[in-house]
Structure formats: structure tokens, C-alpha cells
């Protein structure tokens, strides 16, 4: 399994942020996990463009149920804000 997460901005931005990573299911939370976050910062990106991350190495080898998640940000005028609201992607069962 793995991550993509895009972003397009339509404006004057600073800088935008997008971070994807894995969930695991414990019991009946969804937990990130740490070692699957994977980052792009783009400064002062050309409007209209779309920019892009992916996940590097696929869903960790340890059995369980995942999700891919993505998040972006946006700087502005000096000041950060979530860009949207996170994406998930489907439920994966991985079994090593």
C-alpha cells in the first residue's frame, strides 16, 4: 500500500506543507506511525500548479489494518493555516 497526497494552490502562499504518513488500527484507534511520515515543502509555489508527495518504502511489514492519511498546510503572510481537511485512503490488512 501506499500514500499520495497533492495539493494546488490558487494564490499568493509563502509556503505549503503537505505530510503523508500510515495509521494502525490498536483496538479502536487509528495511531500514526512515526516512521512512515513523509514530508514536501514547496516555497512560493506557482498557483494553478499541482505538487505532489508519495510514501517512500510502502505499509510497514507488521501485520494489522492501515490507512494512508495526508494533511497539507499553508504559510501566509507569515501565518500557517490546515489547508484542508485530512484525506484517508482505504483500509489495507497487511499480513507479513
Known sequence: MDVKGSLVCEGDVDRADVFIYFAKLEGSTWTKVDSSVVQRTVHHP?????????SQNGTPCVPGVYIGIAEGFLTVDGKTYKNYQNGYGPESRVEC
Do not use: C, S
Open 46 to 54: 506557482t498557483a494553478g500548479k499541482k505538487y505532489t508527495v508519495m
